[in-house]
């Protein structure tokens, strides 16, 4: 793995806190079949299914049991996880998808976005709510909520609400997982920091949330706690979110 940027939390792993212009190798790290990038953390699934994270730990983001950062960006086993698939880190929490469907998170949870039924902070992983029915689960989630893709082309979501982005038709936040209204035939989700989006299995894209700058391509700047379809887009193949666009 080779990163690169702001580096003031260890984020790079390269043993720094400078700032690196240009890929620099993460260090003892190899074998790696996915990563997922956080705010200021990052972590990476390994040939084995456990997973390793460094960079800013404040509310407990590299799962290793503990708080504080790893300014050294020593790499942190994450702790009891294993069969590991996928992997997705917002601005303090992460999230991992397991071989069995069942999906784990850990770190700052205020609003819920760990989706385990509380607002506690977990320095582990903690199983969200639902069991083993978690299909797909994108590497970036959001900045303060979660979703991934169910069995069956539908979709959940979990954590803060203000904006839409849990998809249910209200704004409040939840701290389990909530089935994203009136979606079917979903088999890409993607999270920006507060809306998120799906391809569908015709090619067409739907996303719902903050609306502020048109992140939802529907047309208007009005924010959605239901499902909106991006206009004139089909054949879509892949889709990433940012902060205030899609």
Same mark, same amino acid.
């Given at each position: 793995?080779?990163?690169?940027?702001?580096?003031q939390e260890g984020q790079i792993g390269d043993g720094?806190?400078?700032?690196?212009?240009?890929?620099?190798?993460?260090?003892?790290?190899?074998?790696?079949?996915?990563?997922?990038?956080?705010?200021? &953390?990052?972590? +990476?699934?390994? !040939?084995?299914?456990? #997973?390793? *994270? $460094?960079?800013?730990?404040?509310? /407990? @983001?590299? =799962? %290793?049991?503990?708080?504080?950062?790893?300014?050294?960006?020593?790499?942190?086993?994450?702790?009891?996880?294993?069969?590991?698939?996928?992997?997705?880190?917002?601005?303090?929490?992460?999230?991992?998808?397991?071989?069995?469907?069942?999906?784990?998170?850990?770190?700052?949870?205020?609003?819920?976005?760990?989706?385990?039924?509380?607002?506690?902070?977990?320095?582990?992983?903690?199983?969200?709510?639902?069991?083993?029915?978690?299909?797909?689960?994108?590497?970036?989630?959001?900045?303060? &909520?979660?979703? +991934?893709?169910? !069995?069956?082309?539908? #979709?959940? *979501? $979990?954590?803060?609400?203000?904006? /839409? @982005?849990? =998809? %249910?038709?209200?704004?409040?936040?939840?701290?389990?997982?909530?089935?994203?209204?009136?979606?079917?035939?979903?088999?890409?989700?993607?999270?920006?920091?507060?809306?998120?989006?799906?391809?569908?299995?015709?090619?067409?894209?739907?996303?719902?949330?903050?609306?502020?700058?048109?992140?939802?391509?529907?047309?208007?700047?009005?924010?959605?706690?239901?499902?909106?379809?991006?206009?004139?887009?089909?054949?879509?193949l892949a889709i990433a979110a940012g902060q205030a666009?899609?």
């Amino acid at each position: 793995v080779w990163c690169w940027g702001r580096n003031q939390e260890g984020q790079i792993g390269d043993g720094s806190t400078k700032d690196q212009l240009q890929p620099i190798a993460v260090k003892s790290l190899a074998g790696v079949t996915t990563i997922a990038v956080g705010d200021e &953390h990052a972590c +990476a699934v390994q !040939k084995d299914g456990t #997973a390793v *994270c $460094w960079g800013q730990n404040y509310l /407990g @983001q590299l =799962g %290793n049991g503990a708080t504080g950062g790893t300014k050294d960006g020593k790499l942190e086993t994450v702790f009891g996880l294993k069969d590991v698939k996928a992997m997705g880190a917002g601005r303090r929490h992460t999230c991992a998808l397991k071989i069995d469907d069942s999906l784990w998170c850990w770190g700052g949870n205020s609003y819920g976005q760990l989706g385990n039924g509380s607002a506690t902070t977990k320095l582990v992983p903690t199983a969200v709510k639902g069991g083993k029915i978690f299909k797909s689960l994108p590497p970036a989630v959001g900045w303060d &909520h979660t979703c +991934a893709l169910n !069995k069956g082309g539908t #979709a959940s *979501c $979990w954590g803060g609400g203000k904006n /839409g @982005q849990i =998809g %249910n038709g209200t704004k409040a936040s939840t701290n389990a997982p909530a089935t994203v209204a009136n979606l079917a035939g979903a088999k890409v989700i993607a999270m920006g920091n507060y809306h998120s989006c799906v391809i569908k299995n015709d090619g067409k894209v739907s996303c719902w949330g903050s609306n502020s700058y048109g992140q939802l391509g529907d047309g208007t700047k009005e924010s959605s706690a239901g499902v909106r379809s991006v206009l004139g887009l089909s054949g879509v193949l892949a889709i990433a979110a940012g902060q205030a666009h899609t």
